[in-house]
């Protein structure tokens, strides 16, 4: 069975820095689409970056240059370093996979990440909340 958990979210000022954290397990697969999701209430979830078994990489255009996703194979876990970051940047955040998957065929509208086949897997969420 496939788990993720993420970690790592809390309440920081605008400019601020966090580092998410996933973990996961029940796959052994050396091929994998892994992303990184947000939502607030009321609003659809949002991609905000990806990252396959070749090391390519996509993100949102909101945050270019401010996030970075990596993963850390020996420890199952999956990153995402947010810097600078804005009260925009609010949400509950949440760590997807699509094992098996070769590359995650990620493709953009007006800005906004999206992918062609959906994630099969998910974590609980880590709330992230920026003040002004």
């Known amino acids: 069975q496939v788990q993720l958990v993420e970690s790592g979210g809390g309440s920081v000022q605008a400019g601020g820095s966090l580092t998410l954290s996933c973990v996961f397990s029940?796959?052994?697969?050396?091929?994998?689409?892994m992303g990184w999701f947000r939502q607030v209430p009321n609003n659809e979830r949002e991609g905000v970056a990806s990252?396959?078994?070749?090391?390519?990489?996509s993100y949102a255009d909101s945050v270019k240059g401010r996030f970075t996703i990596s993963p850390d194979n020996a420890k199952n876990t999956l990153y995402l370093q947010m810097n600078e970051l804005e009260p925009e940047d609010t949400a509950m955040y949440y760590c997807?996979?699509?094992?098996?998957?070769?590359?995650?065929?990620?493709?953009?509208?007006?800005?906004?990440?999206?992918?062609?086949?959906?994630?099969?897997?998910w974590g609980q969420g880590t709330q992230v909340t920026v003040s002004s």
């Open positions: 997807a996979a699509k094992p098996g998957a070769g590359a995650c065929d990620p493709y953009y509208s007006d800005g906004d990440l999206l992918f062609w086949e959906p994630f099969a897997y």
């Open positions: 029940g796959y052994t697969s050396s091929s994998y689409c």
């Open positions: 990252i396959d078994s070749d090391g390519d990489t």
